[in-house]
């Protein structure tokens, strides 16, 4: 554990960092083009060190204090800083699931929490910056239609071995992932569930992970759902055994 001084552009911030690796006593952040096009595509802020080493996520509070002052209170203050149910939190502890199940993820290097009621963003995690990277969606959409299926193949695969390990996804789209210069798939920004114990509900829940407007169409989406049901099927080898 470690108490952090950031400066986030030009305003200093403290967090208290859990499971610091590689940490410099001082980190200063700021935003960037590159950050800028990581915000386009989801709703969290980025911010990035001056070394170009480090990549912190920040997810600001869901509801405003003068706004919802009871919701704020419950939720943003009491539950996701001092019970430590921070965005943060999660996907550090789903990042090392997916590390565990054979899938490439960033190095993390914390994860963090703001205990001042006036900082809005309190919720912070701190991995490698991919700098040869680029946005899974970014990828796919450039690609000609046999690219993008060779593409799905991989995205499937790997879904598939998250499987096998005993979790799906919660929200399953391709910004979940970067591909670097080598085209290697390194995972982000994912959240993850166990599935369920009885292998009879399990593939309905992998089946249920699957989207169409985050799958890029139904086109798309009933490519993905045979794919993974093909490779699900092949060779059974649930986490949970059936109880029933």
């Known amino acids: 554990m470690k108490l952090l001084d950031i400066p986030f552009n030009d305003r200093r911030r403290r967090y208290l960092v859990f499971h610091a690796q590689a940490l410099p006593d001082r980190l200063a952040l700021a935003s960037t083009s590159t950050t800028a096009a990581f915000e386009a595509v989801g709703s969290s802020r980025f911010y990035v060190s001056k070394d170009q080493r480090i990549l912190a996520k920040v997810v600001p509070d869901k509801y405003r204090r003068d706004d919802a002052p009871l919701r ?25 699931v997916l590390r565990r199940a054979g899938l490439a993820t960033p190095r993390c290097h914390g994860w963090g929490i703001s205990l001042n009621p006036g900082n809005r963003n309190a919720s912070l995690l701190l ?17 000609d239609e046999p690219g993008r299926l060779a593409f799905l193949e991989r995205f499937c695969t790997e879904v598939v071995q998250l499987a096998r390990a005993g979790y799906v996804y919660r929200d399953l789209h391709y910004n979940n992932l970067l591909v670097t210069a080598k085209d290697e798939i390194i995972w982000i920004d994912a959240l993850v569930r166990r599935l369920p114990k009885k292998r009879a509900d399990q593939w309905p829940a992998l089946e249920r992970s699957l989207t169409v407007n985050k799958l890029r169409g139904e086109a798309y989406r009933e490519r993905v759902e045979r794919q993974l049901h093909k490779l699900w099927h092949q060779n059974i080898n649930p986490a949970h055994p059936s109880r029933g």
Do not use: I, T
């Not at 943003?76 to 996907?91: C, I, M, T, V």
């Not at 490698?128 to 450039?142: I, L, Y």
């Open 127 to 143: 991995m490698e910056h991919m700098r040869d990277a680029r946005p899974g969606g970014e990828v796919f959409d450039a690609l």
């Open 72 to 96: 704020w209170l419950l939720r943003d203050y009491l539950e996701k800083r001092w019970l430590l149910q921070s965005n943060a939190r999660k996907e550090y502890l789903s990042l090392q």
